[in-house]
């Protein structure tokens, strides 16, 4: 909210949960993890009492509170990745040719095999801390970092991309169908 000068909104830490504040580097350890974020990009001042976290800024324009915001949200987001995690679901869709899926043994590249009859597979790395797990038709990726296991689910729905086609006769692909 805007209190004439400054714009101020303010996060309470849930039971469980630590936040440590250096500068404004935010570090949150919970039961699932920790996650850390260097926020020094947006101008905005980091405090820390008891449990809660407030993040404000002075003489706000448009731009500067809307900072407010973007800061807050990754903060709630990652409080909520080290207590509960996030978990976007996708879908395998095929007409003729079975799609393959494959986590490489290194666990880093997802290889799609056989998407509309190609002999080499298609590669997906993948970020940060994230597990992917395989069922028949569903891909499930999970993680605590939201921005990791969001932009793994995005990167492995890009990579299924029919081009020089019309995409709404050809339906083949991976596509995000849950996010939670």
């Known amino acids: 909210m805007i209190l004439g000068e400054t714009a101020e909104r303010s996060l309470e830490i849930p039971q469980g949960v630590t936040v440590e504040l250096s500068g404004r580097v935010v570090k949150v350890t919970g039961p699932k993890g920790a996650l850390?974020?260097?926020?020094?990009?947006?101008?905005?001042?980091?405090?820390?009492q008891d449990k809660t976290i407030t993040i404000k800024t002075a003489w706000p324009r448009k731009r500067e509170?809307?900072?407010?915001?973007?800061?807050?949200?990754?903060?709630r987001n990652m409080i909520k990745g080290v207590t509960q995690g996030f978990r976007y679901k996708l879908t395998l869709v095929h007409a003729h040719?079975?799609?393959?899926?494959?986590?490489?043994e290194d666990k880093r590249v997802?290889?799609?095999e056989n998407f509309t009859g190609e002999k080499s597979p298609r590669k997906v790395e993948l970020l940060g801390n994230v597990s992917v797990?395989?069922?028949q038709d569903e891909i499930t990726v999970e993680g605590m970092n939201l921005q990791d296991v969001s932009q793994t689910a995005a990167n492995i729905e890009h990579a299924t991309r029919i081009k020089d086609k019309d995409q709404r006769v050809f339906l083949d692909g991976i596509y995000i169908f849950e996010k939670s």
């Open 36 to 48: 850390e974020e260097n926020l020094s990009h947006l101008p905005v001042t980091l405090a820390l």
């Open 65 to 75: 509170y809307a900072m407010v915001g973007t800061a807050t949200a990754h903060i």
């Open 97 to 104: 040719f079975p799609i393959t899926v494959k986590v490489k």
């Open 110 to 112: 997802l290889l799609i």
């Open 133 to 135: 797990k395989i069922a």
